[in-house]
């Protein structure tokens, strides 16, 4: 009996260690802590994310000034003490040209031929080449004289020579200097491949003196981008003597113009891809009146005339004056007040009173 008792006993310790060793495992366990809505989300769905609107980088200037033929921020240690005004060739031989791409403002006005030229007019750049350089024209001479720009051509019909000569130009004349401000590039007959840089122009300026004068602010700019309340300019055609076209197409996405010559895309000689742009375009009517057997004009742009100012998609009537020579020339709209232009790049076309304008 007493043997039986001890079996017993022995029976139940061993069921309450079993016991008590289960219970002390199961509660050793870590208990499985319920999920967060959150952590559920993260865990079976891939990260959201917002993609941006794609926005343009805003350049960062240490030293910032509004260039005075711009109306546009750069760095004040790119800028020029004075305007330089470039005659360019504008022949079919001389298409396209090198360096338009760079300049601010540009003058196209006929010379003789029923062919254009232009003026070429910058405030900064680098090593820019600028060509082809072409002959002066008295007419072109009074546009440089009102940014007292330095003026620089290949030599010039007679009044111009005299012009030069009489009024004190600062000028360099590819026909009587040569290496390293000109020099003729191979790819060009002559005399459409005389070419200049714009580093190189800084360099003789700086020998001559001619960077010890300032120019003279010609153009009020708004202060931003600001729209135009006139008819509609989505594409304008100027039509020249003798079939010789020029037009620009608004593009809206970039709010300039791009530039057509004879119906073709004008570009860069030396950048196929750059389309010739403009923020704003003038378009200035003056009498036109040929006085030799060579063709040659006189075009009058003292005094005071007609015009269109041209920016954003529309187009409004204008009227310009010149007191003088030297004098700038200053655009007002019908209500008298002065016209301020755009922030960007200006092409001011000088045509004769007659001359057609379409606008679509």
């Not at 007493?2 to 016991?19: T, W, Y």
Request: charged share 25%; with cysteine.
């Amino acid at each position: 009996m007493k043997n039986k008792h001890l079996l017993i006993a022995i029976i139940l310790v061993i069921v309450i260690a079993v016991i008590t060793a289960v219970v002390v495992a199961s509660r050793s366990k870590p208990v499985p802590q319920p999920q967060q809505p959150d952590e559920i989300e993260a865990d079976t769905q891939p990260p959201v994310t917002v993609e941006d609107e794609p926005q343009q980088e805003e350049p960062v200037f240490l030293d910032g000034v509004i260039c005075p033929l711009g109306g546009e921020m750069i760095e004040r240690s790119s800028l020029y003490p004075r305007p330089v005004a470039i005659m360019l060739d504008n022949h079919p031989a001389a298409r396209p040209q090198a360096g338009l791409e760079q300049a601010e403002v540009v003058y196209e006005i006929l010379a003789e031929g029923n062919i254009t030229r232009y003026m070429a007019l910058y405030m900064h750049g680098g090593d820019q080449l600028v060509g082809p350089v072409r002959s002066a024209r008295y007419y072109y001479i009074d546009k440089s004289m009102e940014y007292n720009a330095i003026y620089l051509h290949a030599g010039g019909s007679p009044e111009a020579w005299d012009d030069v000569a009489r009024l004190k130009i600062p000028s360099f004349n590819a026909m009587t200097m040569g290496a390293p401000l000109y020099w003729r590039e191979k790819h060009r007959k002559e005399p459409h491949n005389i070419y200049t840089a714009l580093d190189r122009i800084q360099a003789s300026s700086d020998a001559r003196g001619y960077n010890g004068k300032d120019g003279v602010q010609v153009h009020s700019f708004n202060s931003q981008d600001t729209p135009l309340e006139g008819e509609q300019a989505h594409k304008i055609t100027l039509a020249y003597p003798q079939g010789y076209k020029v037009s620009y197409e608004y593009s809206e996405e970039d709010g300039i113009y791009l530039r057509y010559v004879m119906d073709k895309p004008h570009v860069d000689e030396k950048n196929a891809d750059y389309q010739m742009q403009a923020k704003n375009i003038i378009i200035q009517r003056a009498s036109h009146k040929t006085v030799d057997s060579e063709g040659r004009r006189n075009v009058d742009l003292v005094g005071s005339g007609k015009g269109i100012y041209i920016t954003n998609g529309s187009y409004v009537p204008v009227t310009w004056k010149k007191a003088d020579r030297r004098s700038p020339t200053h655009f007002y709209f019908e209500d008298g007040k002065e016209v301020k232009l755009n922030p960007g790049k200006t092409w001011i076309q000088v045509i004769p009173v007659s001359s057609g304008v379409t606008f679509e």
